[in-house]
């Protein structure tokens, strides 16, 4: 059984014995092959495939901006129509709309070399971005991105930024440098790794902690 978020595409996978020389498979029917082949070659014979079904938005990450009444969502989607964010201060009344402002995404051509050109190269989707603004100081809001066309996310919430210069409350943070490498299935896990702490950490409550700081490259979040 695999967990596997933030993808869009099927993945393939495959037992290996003898390494990248001479590969061969424990499945019966795949014959081995007789001299020293590149490893997507013989992958192709000796494949299984998982079905990945995520067709709604994922990968949701929240920012602030210059303008503390403006917080920045960007979310990845296998494809969009017309992408908006839906946002308020209750879930049933999220009457604020903001519309997606850009939208990009890169093909295995814009990466430098193989295996990222060819075999490792995954389809990213479309990464989208918007702006929620008007947002009120120190106020908790509402909100879902996706398409009428492909669907929606679940509501979730967020507490909008306090406004600068005002009162003597302390603004608590929670800094992050390098964690490391953890997946949530713990199929990659190394015992020790920050990953794992930080990210059981950040799973329970944390009354009054208000914002994450992320110090370092986020690629192996």
């Known amino acids: 059984k695999f967990y596997v978020?933030?993808?869009?595409?099927?993945?393939?996978?495959?037992?290996?014995?003898?390494?990248?020389?001479?590969?061969?498979?424990?499945?019966?029917?795949?014959?081995?092959?007789?001299?020293?082949?590149?490893m997507g070659t013989w992958m192709d014979q000796g494949t299984l495939t998982f079905n990945v079904k995520n067709t709604g938005p994922v990968r949701k990450v929240l920012s602030f901006t210059s303008d503390p009444s403006v917080v920045r969502i960007t979310w990845s989607a296998p494809q969009a129509r017309s992408p908006v964010v839906h946002y308020g201060k209750s879930p049933k009344?999220?009457?604020?709309?903001?519309?997606?402002?850009?939208?990009?995404?890169?093909?295995?051509?814009?990466?430098?070399?193989?295996?990222?050109?060819?075999?490792?190269?995954i389809s990213p989707g479309i990464q989208i971005s918007a702006e929620m603004t008007d947002l009120e100081p120190n106020t908790r809001y509402y909100y879902?991105?996706?398409?009428?066309?492909?669907?929606?996310?679940?509501?979730?919430?967020?507490?909008?930024?306090?406004?600068?210069?005002?009162?003597?409350?302390?603004?608590?943070?929670?800094?992050?440098?390098?964690?490391?490498?953890y997946n949530l299935d713990n199929s990659l896990y190394f015992p020790g790794g920050y990953g794992q702490q930080i990210y059981s950490y950040l799973s329970l409550p944390k009354p009054g902690l208000e914002m994450a700081v992320q110090s370092s490259v986020v690629a192996t979040a």
Do not use: W
């Open 5 to 38: 978020p933030n993808y869009f595409s099927d993945i393939q996978a495959v037992y290996v014995r003898g390494g990248n020389v001479l590969p061969s498979s424990p499945i019966q029917g795949v014959p081995p092959p007789s001299k020293p082949v590149e």
């Open 144 to 181: 879902r991105v996706g398409d009428s066309s492909y669907g929606f996310s679940s509501v979730h919430s967020f507490i909008s930024p306090p406004a600068p210069g005002i009162g003597d409350s302390a603004l608590k943070l929670f800094v992050i440098a390098d964690h490391g490498a």
């Open 93 to 121: 009344e999220m009457d604020g709309k903001a519309t997606a402002m850009e939208q990009s995404t890169f093909a295995a051509s814009d990466m430098c070399t193989p295996p990222a050109t060819s075999l490792g190269y």
